[in-house]
């Protein structure tokens, strides 16, 4: 038995545990502003990638609409401190609960789409989203002005990109776990098998109809703390910020991290976020970039370009 | 106004469905749904304005112009992308014609700029007056091409050798091979058709709404909701299918509120998808087959 | 018989646009025995497996699991009532390792849901433990010797994939076990090995269904045999029985020299 490992979880949280000693590290250490913005924007993204990552790496789901769980946990916590002067721990809570409902009640009706209808309908149904939260100014403000002058998280003494670094390392290490200890349960495994049939997935005794609406609702949930996060950190953000484009990234960040290990996400995201702050003049041409990319990346490293660069790492030392 | 309102939702829904059109080529002979499609829609709108406005090329060349251009990218697209993986999952496939949008947007963006432009009306043809329902110039030149297309679609499809091997590829893949119809080469016919059917389509429609290079993914998702609405694969069913889209979205901008028209027919596409995949119209035609 | 039947099946018929591909089927399964269920290709088989798992609704008839009516139980329920199966090309699961395919088989027997997991990660470790035991216990039984457990599934040749099928649905410690075709594609000795430990667990007390086409191997482990031909139930008896049916030999004609 013991040549086998019947559970990664405790890895997983080895590898957890190093990367929050790390991320805190970097905290103690970054003193640029620009240097902060960027890694805090990537953690922020991070939690909603680990999110689809368990939706399409594991259950194979695919969703092009995940943009929208992030307007909608953002727009909850604007509203939740503007209008209804909660707290911010019940806005965040607020921002993981509301889209993890919606996200379970859409999930039936549009997860019996498969394969490219399935990437149509959410789809459409982000873009419906940013057309929706364009149009609802009372809740939303449009375009513009949009939300405006969200409270500063500064506290005791930290100022506010520091309080947000901090918590969006919390949010991001509690997605870890919760993708960790999901994927290393029967649930993930059943999730696998339903991957691949869900045929295979029924007659072992899984209710897949039910166990897709919940893997759809944790992975908006996530999305939601994710758009909660991002609130909190811009203070003034519209509805822009979620269209059609970052239902593409976030999907990107997956398959760029890996479609099968929760730990992938993190690498897309950071990828995707840090690199074009790198690259001087990067921005003019972004989106060719991406683009270029992304289908290098399909084409030559369908598993993910984290997972096949890692392969490869592994592969020559073992053979080394 | 009830007249009015209807009139401009053909008008649109002919941009919509030549949109379909193209689509529904493509995924005829390659099973791939083509997220890039409105982006041809989107290049043949900015390359006509970049080129009547900036180039002062005239209009009759512009145009032929963006239809060659799309089809020329419609062909690199097709060997230079999707060769390479015709046996890869739907999500690579549609990862992969994502990313061509992505780029062909940014393309767009580097080379005619990121601002709003605009293309005269063609003219010529005069602004029709009936009663108090007038149809403008620009609109009849639109439902002009949308009837030649899809008259000269018909004929090659089921006129002339080269539709039906296309469509014989299609429909059996392998005895169509045996046959020595090369998928590969229908393929890339396939796309080269749905280019010059967007960047025309886009072409018309440049002067009644700007051009930007933005536009492809809303024109795009109009073109899947047409196409899905007429039932996936059928090119009549697209046609109508645009027009039903047209008249809905018009017909929510004049009497609901201008700005849900787009989400309405999105969540038409939605609930078509769900509810009824073979099509709102297009049954007879699934039926026969 | 009747008193211990394991599973009772009674007029079940499915047709599909006008095809019955299974009409008016009734017979009574033992625990303990292994039936099989024979008939030339199209005769509705794997329909009639469809049926009993609930994966396809039967238009009329009743499924009866130790007396309980199945009649709008979904297939994850009969699962979890101990009906299992495998299937005519093995379905491994991409990216699994043997183990983890096994273990999955025993998802009726997670103690952890998905909240459970979540609040409490620790249990996890703990039932995989579980869940691990159980199912390196069911792969030793169908000969899957330790050294393949760590390997990715789908890459396993295809006689292991069968094993490992099995064991999958030993994992589920069914009641009732379905196996669409287990022989094809094996070898004389592999399929010799097959039949033994199909025995042995029908020893255990499960009521096992064969469907298959290897008539050695059917002749000599069954109990009893039920024959199909376009949805009907042809002849239903003893192994010596259905070998002297006029009506089977009509419709097996060739085939049963063919194989045997």
Redesign the interface.
Known sequence: MTLHKTSRLRRDWQILALVAALLALVEFCVSSQFHRSVIILSMIHSVAAVGLTLLVGYAGQVSLGHGAFVGIGAYTVAFCLQRLGLPVVFALAAAVVLPGILGFLIARPILRLSGHNLALGTLALGAVFYVVAAQVRDVTGGLDPGIVDLPSMAFAGLAHERVVFWLSIFALCLAAAIAASIVDGRFGRGLMILRSSELVAECIGMNTARAKSMIFAVSASLAGLSGGLLALYLRSFNASAFGVGLSIELLMMVIVGSLSTIWGAMFGSFAIIVLPNLLEGFDQAKQVVYGVAMILIMLFAPNGLGETLFRVFTFRRKSA | MFLQVVVSGIVVGCVYGMAALGFTIVYNATKIINFANGEFMMLGGVLLAGLVAAAKVPIPVGILAAIAGCALVGWVLQRGVLDGARNSDPLTLVMLTIGSALALRGAAALAFGRDVSFVPEFGVLPLVLLGNVYIPSQGLWIIMVLVVVSAALWYVFSRTMLGKAMRAASQEPRAAALCGIEPRRTAALAMIMAGSIGGLAGAMLAPMSAAFYENGIFLGLKGFAAAVAGGLGNPLGAVVGGLLIGLVESLTSGFVASGFKDAVSFMLLILVLILRPQGLVGKAVVRRV | MTLQATLEIAGVSKSFGGVHAVADVSFFMARGEVTALIGPNGAGKTTLINLL?G?LPADRGTIRLEGRDLAGT????R??AG???T?QTP???????V???V??????F?K???LG??LR?WL??A???E???RA?TCLARVGVS?EW??RPAADLPYGHQRRVEIA?ALA?DPKLLLLDEPAAGLNRSEADELASLLVSIAADGRAVLLVEHDMGMVMSISSHIVVLNFGRKLAEGAPETIKADKDVIAAYLGIVEEVA
């Not at chain 3, 979904?74 to 329920?77: L, Q, R, S, T, V």
């Not at chain 3, 273990?103 to 009726?108: H, N, T």
């Open positions: 798992t994966v979904p297939a994850y329920m699962a979890r009906i299992a199966r299937y379905q491994m699961a991409q990216g699994m390792s183990l983890m395919n273990m999955a088989g025993a998802y009726r997670g952890h849901g998905l997991s979540l990660p996890v470790m039932d995989n433990e869940l691990a035991e390196g330790e457990w760590g999958r589920q």
